[in-house]
């Protein structure tokens, strides 16, 4: 039984995160008709500005994630005007391959300036807790995704309606 409600949180966890994805190429494909494989890619140029503002620069966790929300805000209209904006009118392969061409030149270009090895936030940053239910220890991390998921989900449907 305890095993059970342990893969059921994980699965929640994991379906939360990937319903905030799907949601965000939704979003990209709804306004643009353009599916966006950058996507990730500017998340991924976001975690390392907070990862790389925290312990480079020195600044607080909250100030680095606002920058870098800042940072991959600015990001994402660069793209929108460098790469898709000039292809509006052509053919809807030229704009998938601009797609394309700007996630792989993101993926190259932070192996380039940070080099391929992994980089792993300190245990500080995380939150390391647990919450006992049904008599198993789970993971609060688990239950802040599912959390976080779950308001990102209704906070966006509110702002669209």
């Given at each position: ?68 929300i800042a940072g991959a805000s600015l990001l994402g ?68 995704v599912i959390a976080a998921s779950v308001l990102l ?9």
């Amino acid at each position: 039984m305890q095993y059970g409600i342990s893969i059921l949180l994980s699965g929640i966890s994991l379906g939360g995160q990937y319903a905030l994805i799907a949601i965000g190429y939704t979003m990209v494909y709804g306004i643009l008709r353009l599916i966006n494989f950058a996507h990730g890619d500017i998340l991924m140029v976001g975690a390392y500005f907070v990862f790389f503002g925290t312990f480079a620069f020195g600044w607080p966790w909250g100030i680095a994630a606002i920058m870098a929300i800042a940072g991959a805000s600015l990001l994402g209209v660069i793209i929108e005007r460098v790469a898709y904006r000039p292809l509006r009118d052509a053919g809807r392969l030229s704009a998938v391959v601009s797609a394309l061409g700007a996630s792989i030149f993101f993926q190259n270009a932070i192996m380039l300036i940070y080099g391929a090895r992994v980089y792993v936030y300190p245990d500080f940053l995380r939150p390391d807790f647990t919450v006992h239910l049904f008599g198993m220890a789970v993971p609060g991390v688990r239950l802040l995704v599912i959390a976080a998921s779950v308001l990102l989900m209704l906070g966006l449907s509110a702002f669209i309606q």
